[in-house]
């Protein structure tokens, strides 16, 4: 029996990168997968692409999470073409590294925008759906240094950590309706976000974690594949770390 076989899923910024891996192996796990991303045109390619490997159904939609009304658009697309919404994954995430003392006001809030606002309104969109139907599971991608701390990212570790307080908050509102709120943080992940790290800085990072290397989007997938199944019935408000031992 499939892990997954009958749910539904809407996972955001999938479209490459560890959304991406977290549709194909929740899609190869017998969900129905909506995969949403900024644009619509790599939305649909990637749900086209997951189909064609996996069988399974899928739909690809453009959405921009910082925008209420393309969350509840989403939302409803969703519900309409797969009949009901069981699964919300908070995928899209920005970065706009840089200093304190160099970093602009607008590069502070573009990244609280999509990364913290955003999932805030793609939880309430679908929550209005899951507490309604006594069930539903939200799982928000948060990061390591939202619980360690980062020079040069005080705005992307400051959008990590509100969403550790998001997931703590919504778990216990919507607790009673069965709807369960957890949160993974991945450590260095090898995606576009982190390709741009040059060769002695990944040199680095690898000396610090104790596995000894980065880790890959399918090791971040099967820890929301726990979450997002019925092996997890008893986990609420936790954070799951999959950092290859970097933060304890
Ligand atoms: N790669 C890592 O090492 C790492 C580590 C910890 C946490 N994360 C988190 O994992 C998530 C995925 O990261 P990734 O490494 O796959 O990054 P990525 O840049 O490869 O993918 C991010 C996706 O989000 C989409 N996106 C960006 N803004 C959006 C918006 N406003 N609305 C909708 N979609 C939007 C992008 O188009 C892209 O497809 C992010 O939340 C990131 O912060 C990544």
Request: some cysteine.
């Amino acid at each position: 029996m499939k892990r997954l076989e009958g749910k539904t899923a809407l996972i955001t910024g999938a479209a490459r990168g560890i959304g991406l891996e977290i549709a194909a192996v929740f899609a190869a796990e017998g969900a129905l997968v909506a995969i949403a991303d900024l644009s619509a045109g790599e939305a649909a390619a990637a749900a086209n692409d997951i189909a064609a490997r996996t069988g399974a159904r899928t739909l690809g939609l453009g959405l921009d999470v910082s925008k209420e009304a393309d969350c509840e658009r989403a939302v409803q697309e969703t519900a309409a073409a797969f009949g009901k919404v069981d699964i919300l994954v908070n995928n899209a995430g920005i970065t706009k590294d840089n200093l304190v003392l160099r970093m602009k006001e607008a590069d502070f809030d573009s990244v609280m925008d999509v990364n913290l606002k955003g999932s805030f309104l793609m939880a309430k969109a679908a929550a209005k759906l899951m507490l309604k139907a006594r069930a539903g599971r939200i799982i928000n991608i948060s990061s390591v240094v939202g619980q360690s701390g980062q020079a040069g990212q005080a705005n992307y570790a400051a959008s990590k950590a509100g969403l550790i307080g998001l997931t703590k908050s919504l778990a216990r509102e919507f607790a009673p309706r069965q709807v369960l709120v957890n949160a993974v943080a991945p450590g260095f992940i090898r995606t576009r976000m982190t390709e741009g790290l040059k060769d002695e800085a990944r040199a680095k990072i690898s000396e610090l974690i104790p596995l000894g290397r980065m880790g890959e989007p399918g090791e971040v997938a099967k820890a929301a594949l726990f979450l997002a199944g019925d092996d997890s019935a008893y986990v609420t408000g936790q954070v799951l770390a999959v950092n290859g031992g970097l933060y304890m």
